[in-house]
């Protein structure tokens, strides 16, 4: 890798930029590249920037009466002109998109830099074709041109060119992803006892097989589902999710293990009721918007069922590849009975009751008085829906029915199920 190059990748290495502005740089660095030189100077940023034809930079001094082959002509030939040094560019440049409030350096910022007086080559030449930092940043904010635009000029209409840069872009996702070996046990756990019910070696032990595979394989969804809260906040502007550990898929990381994992995963055992599990503590007040705020509630549910479609979809392609044979068909009982739990969670989680997922959805649009009311009763709420679900067969029934009719819907054998149940719930 050529030494400018390296130079650009550390200069830059904490400064956002967009990539109109990265094309700039690495454009220049392939022109100090070809001199020798370890760095790339400001004369070859600016002709990078002034080369970028479809740049904001460049339609923008066309836009004030500038003609950038004319700012070009005026650089040193030589292009050795090295003061300020590339990271101080950056950090000019930095500053300037900053003030204007914008995210993210772009090509305009650059421009902006170049003109500062620490870069005299640059300065000069800009200011030689009549540019000045007040009417680049007022035409940026404000759309006004110069009075004698160069022919064939675009008009910037009414609308602010730096509108774009004022949208906070979303996150970078490198480094950020990780998956917990915690999480990956689970589902060795999952996959090595479906695989012993397909290959139906311990025929005395179906049922504890049965039981573990759907417990496993439900507390390897929570962490799917958890996990969706906290990626859709952290594109929504909640950083802190990261440093909470809950992109990892980590079960531990997930509020109140006793709560979150153990107390439904016995409901799941005594009834086979697939009760909320985890729990992330999102800042809403990051978010970016009331629409962020309910993208994040949604975002658990639609994980859980994008999980029963999945397994369901295992199970149909079975059927149709003639896969489910009586020899294998305890596998397939497991597998349909896991689908019926993701199913049922699924559609539990959009009841509108604090805490739970179809309330968080609502959350955001209702009354600040509401809001707070419903922060206060939210545990209480939850055990009363969990006793409803429990001592009411009625509703039960009704959680029951909705979760096969999904799966049934997708394809799977209510006979599956109930057949699946059965294996484990003899242990009970």
């Not at 800009?126 to 110069?146: F, P």
């Not at 994008?306 to 392609?317: E, H, K, P, Y």
């Not at 349909?336 to 959009?350: H, T």
């Not at 009751?353 to 509401?370: A, K, Q, T």
């Amino acid at each position: 890798m050529p030494a400018a190059t390296i130079a650009l990748d550390r200069a830059s290495a904490d400064i956002p930029l967009t990539r109109a502005a990265r094309e700039d740089l690495e454009r220049a660095a392939g022109e100090a590249a070809r001199r020798g030189a370890g760095e790339s100077s400001p004369v070859d940023v600016l002709h990078a920037v002034l080369s970028n034809r479809g740049s904001l930079a460049v339609t923008t001094l066309r836009a004030l009466g500038s003609d950038p082959a004319a700012v070009a002509a005026a650089l040193p030939a030589d292009g050795v002109a090295a003061t300020p040094p590339l990271r101080q560019l950056l950090v000019n440049a930095n500053r300037e998109a900053q003030v204007l409030g914008h995210y993210q350096v772009d090509s305009i910022h650059l421009l902006l830099a170049l003109l500062y007086s620490d870069s005299p080559a640059t300065s000069a030449a800009l200011q030689k074709s009549g540019l000045t930092m007040y009417d680049l940043r007022r035409h940026l904010q404000t759309g006004v041109r110069a009075e004698a635009p160069v022919a064939g000029a675009p008009s910037a209409g009414n609308q602010a060119p730096d509108r774009a840069l004022r949208r906070r872009p979303l996150p970078r996702l490198r480094g950020v992803l990780t998956v917990s070996p915690v999480f990956l046990v689970i589902v060795a756990v999952t996959v090595v006892a479906g695989a012993l019910l397909w290959l139906d070696v311990i025929p005395s032990g179906v049922g504890v097989l049965t039981l573990v595979f759907v417990v496993s394989g439900w507390i390897a969804t929570v962490c799917i589902h958890e996990f969706c809260h906290a990626f859709v906040a952290y594109l929504g502007g909640d950083r802190g999710v990261v440093s909470s550990g809950y992109l990892t898929l980590d079960p531990l990381r997930y509020t109140n293990f006793l709560m979150s994992i153990v107390f439904p995963a016995a409901f799941l055992l005594l009834g086979g009721i697939a009760l909320p599990g985890g729990a992330v503590y999102i800042n809403r007040g990051a978010l970016r918007s009331r629409w962020w705020d309910s993208a994040v509630s949604l975002a658990g549910p639609i994980g859980t069922l994008l999980c029963g479609l999945f397994i369901s979809l295992i199970v149909v392609a079975s059927y149709w590849l003639g896969l489910v044979r009586p020899d294998t068909v305890l596998f397939y009982e497991a597998m349909s009975v896991l689908a019926f739990v993701e199913m049922y969670a699924f559609v539990l989680n959009l009841v509108p009751v604090p805490p739970l997922d179809g309330f968080g959805i609502l959350r955001p649009w209702l009354p600040y008085s509401i809001q707070a009311a419903a922060a206060q009763v939210s545990t209480f709420a939850l055990i009363i829906v969990f006793a409803a679900i429990w001592y009411v067969p009625t509703i039960n029934l009704f959680f029951v029915h909705s979760a096969t009719t999904l799966a049934a819907m997708v394809g799977v054998d209510p006979y599956l199920i109930y057949f699946g149940q059965q294996h484990f719930r003899l242990l009970m």
